[in-house]
């Protein structure tokens, strides 16, 4: 293997990654010199600024973007197309407004060609496993925000990917709803035995769901610090008081602080 | 003794079923009440506004020939029901041919700016550039070319009514968040699959709102087309009334016009209901509009 990583394989493995983009006003440096190695079931997340480029790497990591420089691989192999493996999230929910939660989770049944009745006995469980067991048949429009989010998510599970790519998945949504989804998403991966890349600009969230997280700088996004975390798991709501996650928490902190994302007057 | 004592029931308060029975009473009277106004209002003002009209014209006299009165114009459409309805029928034929022509080549003509940029670049300026000449000066070319009979008119309803279906249609298809296609992409969607299944269905609000502008354009070009070199159709009609004078068979010309005009416009927003959910036909609400 051409990686010094200290596992024996990495699953999605990123070397010296960097993206340049022509923009209105020139070229924009989006990202410089990443690499990063996971395990196939680890729960990695990226945190940094607004603008440091974690959207733009997930877009590389799922193979819709093609980086400017450096080498993506997954299991060994280089990514050259999009990875139809993966379920993707995104910030927004992306439903198709003509379709029910049932049908919007069959959409990636019927792109992968999965068997139409075993598929559809999938989603009605996937949904059940998040609360949604009497919306099956509601258009989006008809379902929260906090709803329509967890209907993005089923879509992303029902052909059992090996890794979610989740882009600031709950940003939008009120407090105690993402509260909610983040313990219902470290159950549903932890029981699927499933890896995640997740992009967010919350620390606490980060700290409370990963294995690793990564801080990036402003742009140019570079990896500041690369923070393991051995909380147990499961995590629960009352391991947010204990001191290591503060410890934890604040050890971001201190370095977005160092970095002037972050002022205190 | 605990802290939180259950506040224990009145009897002066009634129970949370009653309130909520109490208040879907109210709100569904609310609602009789508001659907009845929205039929009767226009109505009411309609009538009055024929009244008006009727009394105005007995009460000053005016001659018919300048104003007659809605009574008279209905005895006109009575006495001449076989030349209208023969007039509208062609009429129809020119409508509803203009109006399929436009769909015919103005949604693939839409399809091929969208799919292929180099022939936007080159056939949008022109396309727009038509639409600044005035079509009706084209008319007159048109009965050179193909004469009296119904062509020229269902290509001058074709001429002015298959711009919007072209542009709405276009921009439709254009108009997509890119998330959708990157959900598409991810998931493995071919190009063909990605089109029907995801782009053409998000578009759909925006088409039919340029189907219903286009319906509205073809009757405008029927009549237009009638006007310069026709022989029947109840626009060649108008211009024989007028040449005569005869002001109430003008009128009655127009009612069957407009007749003709909404029918055609209920005809595509019916298509339209039949083809999305309503549910996205109100999330559109304001591009397209509904009567």
Known sequence: MTSPSPDPAPYLDLQSVAKVYASRDGMVRALDQISLAGRRDAFISIVGPSGC???????????????????????????????????????????????????????????????????????RDLLAAVGLEDFEDKYPHELSGGMRQRVSICRALIHDPPQLLMDEPFGALDALTRDQLVLDLQRICHERRIGVLFITHSVAEAVFLSDQVIVMTPRPGRIDRTIDIDLPRPRTIAMRETPEFARLNREILDLFLARGVLREH | MSETEPIAPTSAAPRIEEVEASVARSRAARAARARLAAVLAPVAVVVALLALWEAGTRLFAVPAFLLPAPSAIVLAMANNAALLAAGAWVTTLEILLG??????????????????????RAVLP??????????????????????????????????????????????????????KIHLARSMGFGAVDTFFKIRLPDALPAIFAGLKISITLAVVGAVVGEFVGGDAGLGYLLMVANGQMDTQLLFAGIVCLTILGVVFYLLVELAERLVIPRHIINRDRGTGGSL
């Open chain 1, 53 to 123: 480029g974690k959207s733009t790497l997930m877009m590389i990591a799922a193979g819709l973007m093609a980086p400017s420089s450096g080498r993506v691989a997954v299991d060994g192999k280089a990514v050259t197309a999009p990875r139809t493996e993966i379920g993707i999230v995104f910030q927004s929910p992306v439903l198709l407004e003509w379709r029910t939660a049932l049908g919007n989770v069959m959409l990636q049944a019927e792109a992968k060609r999965l068997a139409r009745g075993a598929a559809e006995r999938r989603a």
């Open chain 2, 99 to 120: 109006f399929l022509l436009s769909i015919a080549v103005g949604i693939p003509l839409a399809l091929m700016i969208f799919l292929w940029p180099p022939f936007a």
């Open chain 2, 126 to 179: 022109l396309l727009i550039s038509s639409q600044a000449m005035p079509k009706v000066a084209i008319a007159p070319l048109f009965l050179v070319w193909f004469g009296f009979g119904l062509v020229p008119k269902v290509l001058i309803a074709f001429l002015i009514a298959f711009f919007p279906v072209v542009i709405n249609t276009a921009v439709g298809l254009a108009a997509i968040e890119p998330e």
